[in-house]
């Protein structure tokens, strides 16, 4: 690989250019308390700040520095093949809402950034869900029926700006494209001129609501420090907090990401997207010597299982090199997403924490829309005003989950047969697999009855950490092309000291002396 290609951070975080806070100390209050700093806990901050409210932000890592941090960046209501799946399963009506809703958000965005004169390479461009073989022709037509009737300017078309021909396509016009950091960037600097607190290195670890409505809500933090607030924002990808396991209702993936540069004549002018051959989606961004940036994901995968991700990076960067002739990687990365079994965000009020705690999660990868939604709907809540979808998207609906049962049965299968099955399964010798192991590996092992998650760095030296999740307890598993261990259950994700990368787990992997191997 060329040595020149940046690997873990994407482009967005290695080009954005956004302040840093300190971590929280003692004691603060606020009317609300927003966890997480991605676009949908920055979008709530913002939300809540312009109506006037004290607003404080805490993040766990850095500021945007996770899925937010990753994204591709599309601003569209055309979620790939959603409005037929939608019209089935929850009925026309509701269609006709996601996608008011969804561009609703994108206009917001779009005006936002108007309205604070926020730079952030926002460009309007068509967004398109194609396929090349023949047999997923009749799927887009349908697909481009039901978005058409869910009020999308949606048509069914053969043609396309791709460097190759297409079978067919879905095209809706008057989409966005964005710099998201740097979008996210002027909602900061917009927020902390209206007395916005940000901190980062603050991890929540508990919440106390008092069952008396006039008292405040109060986080603790990994660090003793403490906030009080009237009213509690989950926003952070999996839900922390979650006294009634909505994380069962989601489902976690990841996806690869490459970008790199190519010439402005092989710009295909749109935002693209497919299911076939393992996903492929497509988009561009500008670059200051006029060359411009694609960005093409796709080798999805579940986090845990044990993915060559090392074969997946070079799937894409064969892929776009045979497409895009002249395509000089300069990055790559990991998104990691999750969806409702239900296929529609969970945002509004989280069950089993009163009416004042609110969550945002479940976004199925379409998360700048659905963020931007997500500070629409919770602000309108805390307000005390009506939802404006109706309850689309209210985390407590009982209907739709009830009516996709099936996906939510398979969902907590695969759960349980990781809790269960990966402990049955016999782990290897501990001392013969930790001899095998090769600089940049990682092998789970069993070792004084416990199992073992262990790492040898490039100059040798090895980590070891537990391989049991701190969040139900299952079997994390080594993520080679970024060196991590994730756990498939629910997606949390740690580095090879055992901190914490990504939730819902809220305590590190406890950490173990190899030479007791």
């Known amino acids: 690989m060329n040595e020149r290609v940046e690997t873990g951070d994407s482009y967005w975080m290695r080009t954005a250019s956004l302040p840093s806070f300190g971590p929280l100390r003692g004691e603060a209050e606020a009317d609300a308390v927003v966890v997480g700093s991605g676009i949908a806990g920055l979008s709530t901050a913002w939300e809540l700040a312009r109506a006037g409210r004290s607003v404080v932000v805490l993040e766990a890592d850095r500021l945007a520095g996770g899925v937010t941090g990753?994204?591709?960046?599309?601003?569209?209501?055309?979620?790939?093949?959603?409005?037929?799946?939608?019209?089935?399963?929850?009925g026309e009506d509701a269609a006709r809402r996601y996608a008011a809703s969804q561009s609703a958000a994108l206009r917001h965005v779009v005006?936002?950034?108007?309205?604070?004169?926020?730079?952030?390479?926002?460009?309007?461009?068509?967004?398109?869900?194609?396929?090349?073989?023949?047999?997923?022709?009749?799927?887009?037509?349908?697909?481009?029926?039901?978005?058409?009737?869910?009020?999308?300017?949606?048509?069914?078309?053969?043609?396309s700006g791709l460097p190759f021909p297409v079978a067919g396509a879905v095209r809706v016009e008057e989409q966005a494209q964005f710099h998201p950091l740097a979008y996210l960037g002027g909602l900061v600097d917009a927020l902390v001129v209206r007395g916005g607190r940000i901190h980062e290195g603050t991890r929540v670890t508990g919440?106390?609501?008092?069952?008396?409505?006039?008292?405040?809500?109060?986080?603790?933090?990994?660090?003793?420090?403490?906030?009080?607030?009237?009213h509690v924002v989950v926003a952070t990808h999996h839900p922390v907090l979650d006294r009634t396991l909505?994380?069962?209702?989601?489902?976690?993936?990841?996806?690869?990401?490459?970008?790199?540069?190519?010439?402005a004549r092989l710009d295909?002018?749109?935002?693209?997207?497919?299911?076939?051959?393992?996903?492929?989606?497509?988009?561009?961004?500008?670059?200051?010597?006029?060359?411009?940036?694609?960005?093409?994901?796709?080798?999805?995968?579940?986090?845990?299982?044990?993915?060559?991700?090392?074969?997946?990076y070079a799937r894409l960067e064969d892929w776009a090199g045979r497409h895009?002739?002249?395509?000089?990687?300069?990055?790559?990365?990991?998104?990691q997403d999750n969806a409702a079994t239900d296929d529609l965000p969970l945002i509004g009020r989280m069950p089993g924490r009163g009416g004042n705690v609110y969550v945002a999660t479940g976004f199925a990868g379409w998360g700048m829309t659905g963020g931007a939604l997500a500070g629409m709907i919770i602000a309108a809540l805390v307000d005390g005003a009506e939802d404006p979808w109706e309850g689309l998207y209210d985390p407590g609906r009982v209907g739709s989950v009830l009516r996709t049962?099936?996906?939510?049965?398979?969902?907590?299968?695969?759960?349980?047969?990781?809790?269960?099955?990966?402990?049955?399964?016999?782990?290897?010798?501990?001392?013969?697999?930790?001899?095998?192991?090769?600089?940049g590996g990682g092998t789970v092992v069993r070792s004084g009855g416990r199992p073992c998650a262990v790492h040898r760095d490039d100059r040798g030296?090895?980590?070891?950490?537990?391989?049991?999740?701190?969040?139900?307890?299952?079997?994390?598993?080594?993520?080679?092309?970024?060196?991590?261990?994730?756990?498939?259950?629910?997606?949390?994700?740690?580095?090879t000291d055992g901190r914490i990368l990504q939730g819902p787990a809220l305590q590190p992997l406890e950490r173990m002396d190899p030479e007791e191997l």
């Open 70 to 90: 990753h994204t591709t960046g599309k601003l569209t209501a055309l979620h790939t093949t959603a409005y037929h799946g939608l019209r089935e399963t929850h």
């Open 111 to 159: 005006d936002t950034a108007g309205e604070l004169g926020i730079d952030c390479a926002l460009e309007r461009r068509p967004a398109l869900t194609y396929c090349q073989e023949a047999d997923g022709v009749e799927a887009l037509r349908a697909e481009a029926a039901a978005a058409r009737a869910a009020g999308l300017d949606a048509s069914f078309v053969t043609e």
């Open 207 to 230: 919440l106390d609501e008092d069952g008396d409505e006039p008292r405040p809500c109060r986080l603790t933090i990994d660090t003793g420090a403490t906030v009080s607030a009237r």
């Open 246 to 263: 909505l994380a069962a209702r989601l489902t976690q993936h990841r996806d690869l990401v490459i970008a790199g540069s190519v010439p």
């Open 268 to 312: 295909p002018e749109g935002m693209y997207i497919t299911k076939e051959g393992g996903k492929r989606s497509v988009r561009t961004a500008p670059l200051p010597d006029g060359s411009r940036l694609l960005i093409v994901t796709g080798e999805v995968f579940q986090p845990g299982t044990g993915q060559d991700t090392e074969a997946g």
């Open 324 to 335: 895009f002739p002249g395509f000089a990687l300069t990055h790559r990365w990991a998104a």
């Open 405 to 439: 049962a099936p996906e939510l049965a398979k969902a907590q299968w695969d759960t349980v047969k990781h809790a269960v099955k990966d402990r049955l399964d016999s782990l290897g010798d501990a001392a013969e697999a930790v001899r095998a192991l090769r600089p």
């Open 461 to 495: 030296g090895l980590h070891a950490v537990s391989a049991v999740c701190t969040h139900l307890g299952c079997l994390v598993a080594f993520n080679p092309a970024e060196r991590t261990w994730e756990c498939p259950c629910h997606g949390s994700r740690f580095g």
